[in-house]
Structure formats: C-alpha cells, structure tokens
C-alpha cells in the first residue's frame, strides 16, 4: 500500500548526540516533503519542508533534511541535539496533482536525556 | 506571525451527544483543513475545504461528520453523535494553494475530544 514510514518508533539520545531519523515514501510522481514537531502538549510546527531545487534543505533549530529521489526517502539531521529536541517528528508528504491534503508518517518520539 | 486558532482547548462530551469544534483560519488561506490524532497514533487527513465545498475527504469522513464556514473567519467540524473511537486531538489548518510562491500550511493547536 502506497504509505509513509518512519524507522524508529522511539529514540533516545543524549544531549550533543547526532540525530537521523528516516523517513520514506512509496508514491510515484511528483511529492512536496515536510517534517513537523510536536513538543509535548502543543500543536504541529513546521520544522522544513522540501518543494523543488537543492535535495538539502535547511529548516529551524539547525535541523535539516535530504531528498534522496531514488531512494524515495527524506531523512531529518541535525548534528548536535538539546534537550529541547525532546518531541514527536513527523514526516509528511504530499502528492502533487492528488490534491491538498498531506499524507502523515507514524511518528518518531525523540527523548533526549540532559 | 499569524496563527490558525482552535476552540476549546478540551472538550468532553457524552456517547451520542454532538459535538462542534471550531476553528479561525489565517485570514488569507483559502485551504482549510481538519485532521485528527488518536492518543499514539499518527496525524490523519479527514477533509479539506476550498470555495465553500469540501473539495477531498478521507474514508473516515462518514456521514457523522460535516464541515461549514458558517462566516468569513470561522471553520467548523460537526460530530453529528459521537462514538467512544471519536476522541482524539483534532487539527484545523490552513494554507494557500501549492502553487502560490509563499505556499504555507499552518496547524492549530488542536481541540483534545473526549468522548465518555
């Protein structure tokens, strides 16, 4: 079934640790790629979001992300995490000409231990 | 920086009773946009709405649910009689079209449903 899939259910990091999560799609065509966080409590943000141009896309916080097209995958980075990374990351993507709405990836907690 | 506003916070409501769950878009947007999150599951697409109709819905969208923007600002999610599997935190957003350069989607900060 066409989907979004995170790798990791549950990370934990310590702080000043270095940060991949991976994020992969399986719809063909044209996508719009976004990440959002959702620290504990509060609503969606918007952390980056790729449309077209440079695969490597810087968002908030030194957080960035690579589009790897032949690997259909969008891997959220940051090198050194606080924290105040400790959330709930969500992939999404959207299918060009499929309409407006966003397809949400499962979700990866991130804990990180001060 | 503008923001997509969601009212109540909480609601707690009763199997069978309905419930509407408001929501004030950025005043530019023309998307609107409902979502929900069930307690550790992940964000799902339930309808948008363009020009006063809903323009894609997903499969949870049944005929318990309806949508209205009742005025210029507010955007509306109805449950018509709530089932105990209707709580979750429910999302409003909106955005301008894709192919608008400045193109941005922008979530609320959701309303927590209880159904009991």
């Known amino acids: 079934a066409q989907s979004v899939s995170q790798h990791n259910h549950h990370v934990i990091l310590s702080e000043a640790a270095s940060l991949e999560l991976g994020c992969n799609y399986s719809?063909?065509?044209?996508?719009?790629l976004f990440w959002y966080v959702q620290y504990p409590g509060q609503h969606l943000q918007l952390l980056l979001k790729y449309f077209s141009g440079d695969p490597l896309v810087k968002g908030i916080k030194g957080f960035e992300a690579e589009f790897i097209k032949s690997k259909f995958s969008f891997n959220l980075r940051k090198p050194s995490v606080q924290w105040s990374d400790t959330a709930e990351y969500f992939c999404?993507?959207?299918?060009?000409?499929?309409?407006?709405?966003?397809?949400f990836g499962p979700g990866t907690r991130l804990s990180v231990l001060p | 920086e503008p923001e997509v506003t969601q009212t109540p916070s909480h609601q707690v409501t009763q199997m069978g009773q309905e419930v509407i769950l408001r929501c004030v878009p950025i005043?530019?947007?023309?998307?609107f946009y409902w979502y929900r999150q069930i307690l550790g599951q992940k964000v799902e697409f339930l309808v948008s709405f363009y020009n006063n109709e809903i323009s894609e819905k997903s499969e949870i969208f049944d005929d318990q649910f309806s949508v209205e923007r009742p005025d210029g600002s507010n955007f509306t999610l109805k449950i018509r009689s709530t089932k105990l599997e209707d709580s979750a935190m429910y999302f409003c957003?909106?955005?301008?079209?894709?192919?608008?350069?400045?193109?941005?989607?922008?979530f609320g900060s959701g309303t927590r449903l209880t159904v009991v």
């Open positions: 005043s530019n947007h023309l998307y």
């Open positions: 999404a993507v959207r299918r060009l000409n499929y309409g407006q709405n966003f397809v």
């Open positions: 719809y063909g065509g044209t996508v719009n």
């Open positions: 957003a909106s955005s301008l079209p894709s192919d608008r350069i400045n193109y941005g989607y922008t």
